[in-house]
Each structure stands twice: as structure tokens, then as C-alpha cells.
């Protein structure tokens, strides 16, 4: 089955700071790969996500890119806030009825 | 409703005890999914069921069971609680084609003692 390694685990930047999160893939099947955000106390929601047909998406300060052949997709937030405080967790499907493997999930702290 | 709820928010049980944590959604999803998760080790599934009428088991369905009757609902039940059930339990639904993200409810906090 699909084996998805999220690194680092905690993560702790200074607001205005970049942050990456990144995941590895073992499935070379898999062909969708959502991001979500955590806050504390709250649930998972989607934030951005990716299919295997695109290298790079962008959201206004996140981005998200996929290297099909390093089998590996990283989250990028530029100009961090405290608000980006969360976890954050990555997964990769195959899509449709597929079932998505989740990483274990990033804190990411950022310091005012 | 607008989405997916779960009741209780949260809950203490004596172990032993037997639970049903429900789950509802309106979005007419085919696909729904129940979580545990604790602290270090993310997002584990337990079970799930792709349409009504089937379910699966997912990483860790000891303990679990669940039933998939209608469209909207997917309650999930500890026949007798134990200690090691103590976690947050997110159930999810998705519609598995236009859009493969799942939504996830806001989560029951079950503490075992």
C-alpha cells in the first residue's frame, strides 16, 4: 500500500518567514495530493491540493509543488503569519473511490 | 445542517461501556471515513464505506464497527470501551469525483476511564 513521510514533524519560524513542509510518496499510482490545515481544537479543512498532471499550484501566499519522478510534493507559505500557526498534514489518492494515506502532520509555529 | 456534523462534542465513558458516535452529512456524499487521532500518530483511519450499503476496514478497525443503512448517516460504535479508545474521532466524507478533498467534521473528544 501507500507509505507517505511528512518531514519535518515541528516546525518554528518568525513571522514574515518562508516555511516548507515536505512529503515523499511510495505509490507512483497516486495522482492527487491535498494539504490541510489544523487548528488547535478545530478540525482538518482542505487548503490546496494538486494532481499529478500540474508541477506547481499557487494560492495567494501558499504554493504547492509535485515531482512525479522524486515521487515527492512540498507546501510553501511565504510571508507567514501567526495565524499560520496550525498542523498540517499532507496526503496523497489515487483518486475516486481511493482512499488517501495522510502523513503524520507538521506543526508549524510562528513567532510574532 | 450545512455539512457534516458529529455529536456528541464530547463525551467520558466508563470502559466497558458500549458508545455510538454519530455522524451526519447533507452534501450527498457517496463516501464517508471515520478518524482517530492522537498525538503524534496524525490521522488514522478505522473504517469506511465508499457507498450505503458497504463498509470497509480501515488501519485500526479493532474495537470498531460501523454502518452505512442511508446516505447521509454513518454512526460508528464501541461495543465495550477501553482506555487505549481514548482520542479524538473525526468522521469525513468526500464525493469522490469532481473534487477528491474530503470534509471533515468538527470531531467528538472520547475519554475512556
Known amino acids: 500500500g501507500e507509505n507517505v513521510e511528512q518531514h519535518p514533524s515541528t516546525l518554528s519560524v518568525q513571522e514574515g518567514d518562508s516555511a516548507v513542509i515536505k512529503c515523499t510518496y511510495s505509490?507512483?499510482?497516486?495522482?492527487?495530493f491535498p494539504w490541510y490545515k489544523q487548528e488547535l481544537g478545530k478540525r482538518p479543512q482542505l487548503i490546496i491540493d494538486?494532481?499529478?498532471?500540474?508541477g506547481e499550484k499557487k494560492d495567494q501566499r501558499i504554493a504547492v509543488t509535485l515531482n512525479k519522478t522524486a515521487k515527492h510534493f512540498s507546501l510553501h507559505i511565504t510571508e507567514t503569519q501567526p495565524e499560520d500557526s496550525a498542523v498540517y498534514f499532507c496526503?496523497?489518492?489515487?483518486?475516486?473511490?481511493?482512499?488517501?494515506?495522510f502523513g503524520r502532520g507538521t506543526s508549524l509555529i510562528v513567532h510574532p | 445542517i450545512a455539512g457534516i456534523t458529529q455529536a456528541p462534542t464530547s463525551q467520558i465513558l466508563a470502559a466497558g461501556r458500549r458508545m455510538t458516535l454519530r455522524c451526519t452529512q447533507d452534501?450527498?456524499?457517496?463516501?464517508m471515513y471515520w478518524y482517530r487521532q492522537d498525538l503524534g500518530l496524525g490521522l488514522r483511519l478505522i473504517h469506511y464505506?465508499?457507498?450505503?450499503?458497504?463498509?470497509g476496514k480501515g488501519e485500526v478497525p479493532d474495537g470498531y464497527s460501523v454502518s452505512r443503512a442511508n446516505t447521509d448517516d454513518f454512526p460508528l460504535t464501541l461495543a465495550s470501551a477501553v482506555p487505549s479508545q481514548t482520542s479524538v474521532y473525526f468522521c469525513?466524507?468526500?464525493?469522490?469525483?469532481?473534487?477528491?478533498?474530503?470534509?471533515f467534521g468538527s470531531g467528538t473528544r472520547l475519554t475512556v476511564v
Open positions: 469525513a466524507s468526500s464525493d469522490g469525483s469532481a473534487s477528491y478533498g474530503y470534509t
Open positions: 505509490d507512483s499510482a497516486s495522482n492527487y
Open positions: 494538486i494532481r499529478s498532471n500540474v
Open positions: 496526503a496523497a489518492s489515487k483518486g475516486g473511490s481511493y482512499i488517501p494515506t
Open positions: 452534501m450527498r456524499h457517496n463516501a
Open positions: 464505506s465508499n457507498t450505503a450499503g458497504t463498509t
